[in-house]
């Protein structure tokens, strides 16, 4: 097997939601997620080898190319041959070249499928100096590895006999293998999926010279067109606040309409898929109605993440929510209205003290620091205008909390779990903290911190967590990061010691 010249690696972000947890899934209400330096990499590149075929069963699908997906930290490599018709309603298969060892993966088979789709009609409507026989050369080989954030590292920690703490954590190496099954592993809630799809599809497209991630209008082709594949693999149309995020960064985002992917879906429930013609014409419709607007975290704060590490039921608890919701219009409107109206407090705040960090910079600092080193009750009796802001930012969490749990109540779900009540309080107890919560849809999986960024602060708060006694908490090492998916050259293929 030799590998071509040629490799694109494309990176995306992880997640977290700290407003709009429940609400985002409305298009009446906003959401902020800040994205971290915790990332997803997809390396594509290409390979020349003989040419060794099977005939799949439907002699009018046309061999393409070999496709070889290696996922090292799952210690997995699965090969697959790709088919082409142009007349079938599937128009790509996908036939995995040694079925006794297949493991189905959704989110990357879907991810290619529908990809490969896609770049027909790309290259007829934007490439025409383009055929895919001619992007179809080389055999294909992807290998897909994400930041050690994405999974809690405890086990990695209790089999390495170090003490669960941050400072142990910098001790492990990169993009460590997983321990147990898929069905065992203990995510952190930073999006995974999202991450490892919107990096996929960047880097096909990328590698095939389809796209160029610094224009906003193939950078919203990668968006409307990863929203799919994810939504294919979920089996069901979500808020689609997770993809966004992994394309464009940190933002304000509103959802978009279902009803513009709802054909695709319909056609997926069927086992059909849609021509490529009619899929490129969805991605690129004006019907697209989501927004993102840019929102980093104001400078000078920080955000913290702990990995909680017992877990929660996610679609249930989603299931529960809207069920109640749809069950109690009334009430369920005025909670969510209250919380809408915090939230919205929230992002002004946010907003107010980015554009004072900008008009004065020294006192904007200044202000921070001085509200580090006093108790948050006294900040009401500061007339700086930076600590106003952070007191709006903190009485609104406060609210949101309160209010999360009242809909839990009424729900029957544990949205803030008693555990994690007592663990966001004292953490917000903490000098320099001004905000915590349970990102999301709540639950155990994580807590975050919005904290001032000093040294102090930041160990005053992993003490406070990891000497919690409820349940185990531990620091993650990860710092917000406002970048959405990006071609990345930071990491070679070599480390990965994959053999291509």
């Known amino acids: 097997m030799n590998q071509t010249a040629k490799i694109i690696c494309c990176s995306a972000p992880g997640k977290v939601l700290v407003t709009g947890g429940y609400l985002v899934l409305d298009r009446q209400y906003e959401g902020i997620v800040f994205t971290v330096d915790s990332r997803f990499y ?110 809690s590292q405890i086990p990695q920690l209790k089999e390495r006999g170090l003490s669960i703490t941050y400072d142990s954590l910098k001790q492990l190496p990169d993009f460590l293998p997983v321990t147990g099954t898929l069905q065992e592993i203990q995510k952190t809630g930073l999006g995974s999926s999202a991450a490892l799809v919107s990096s996929l599809t960047s880097s096909l497209l990328c590698y095939f010279g389809l796209i160029d991630l610094n224009k906003s209008e193939d950078k919203q082709l990668l968006h409307n067109l990863a929203q799919i594949c994810h939504c294919i693999a979920q089996g069901k149309i979500g808020s689609g606040f997770d993809i966004s995020s992994a394309v464009y960064g940190s933002q304000v985002y509103r959802r978009f309409s279902p009803s513009v992917i709802q054909e695709i879906l319909d056609l997926y429930d069927k086992q059909q898929f849609p ?50 919701r749809k069950s109690n219009p009334e009430e369920s409107l005025q909670i969510w209205t209250d919380i809408n109206k915090n939230n919205s407090l929230v992002k002004d705040a946010f907003s107010a003290l980015i554009e004072l960090s900008k008009s004065n910079s020294t006192q904007y600092h200044q202000d921070l620091k001085s509200s580090s080193l006093i108790d948050q009750n006294d900040w009401k009796n500061e007339q700086s205008v930076v600590i106003r802001q952070l007191v709006k930012i903190r009485e609104s969490f406060l609210e949101i909390r309160r209010l999360m749990r009242l809909m839990g109540e009424k729900a029957d779900v544990p949205l803030e779990p008693k555990e994690q009540t007592q663990l966001a309080d004292e953490t917000m107890s903490q000098f320099g903290c001004i905000a915590a919560g349970v990102p999301g849809a709540g639950g155990f999986d994580a807590l975050f911190a919005i904290i001032i960024d000093n040294e102090l602060t930041s160990a005053t708060v992993k003490s406070t967590w990891m000497n919690y006694k409820e349940c185990q908490v531990l620091a993650l090492l990860l710092e917000e990061d406002p970048k959405g998916c990006q071609i990345d050259e930071k990491h070679s293929l070599s480390k990965f010691k994959i053999n291509l």
Not at 294 to 312: C, F, H, Q, R
């Open 42 to 151: 997809s390396f594509a590149s290409g390979y020349s080898d003989a040419l060794k075929t099977t005939l799949v069963a439907d002699t009018d699908y046309k061999y393409c190319c070999n496709i070889i997906v290696n996922s090292p930290q799952f210690k997995s490599s699965q090969e697959y041959q790709l088919y082409r018709n142009s007349n079938s309603t599937q128009p790509y298969k996908l036939v995995p070249k040694n079925p006794e060892s297949y493991r189905e993966n959704k989110y990357v088979e879907n991810t290619i499928l529908y990809t490969m789709i896609a770049t027909e009609a790309i290259i007829s409507e934007s490439h025409p100096e383009k055929s895919i026989e001619s992007l179809l050369k080389n055999h294909l080989s992807i290998t897909i590895v994400g930041d050690n954030g994405f999974y």
């Open 275 to 324: 021509s490529s013609q009619n899929l490129y014409k969805i991605i690129k419709s004006v019907k697209w109605d989501n927004d993102h607007n840019d929102m980093p975290l104001p400078p000078g704060l920080k955000l913290m993440l702990a990995d909680v590490s017992i877990g929660s039921n996610t679609p249930v608890m989603v299931r529960k929510i809207l069920e109640w």
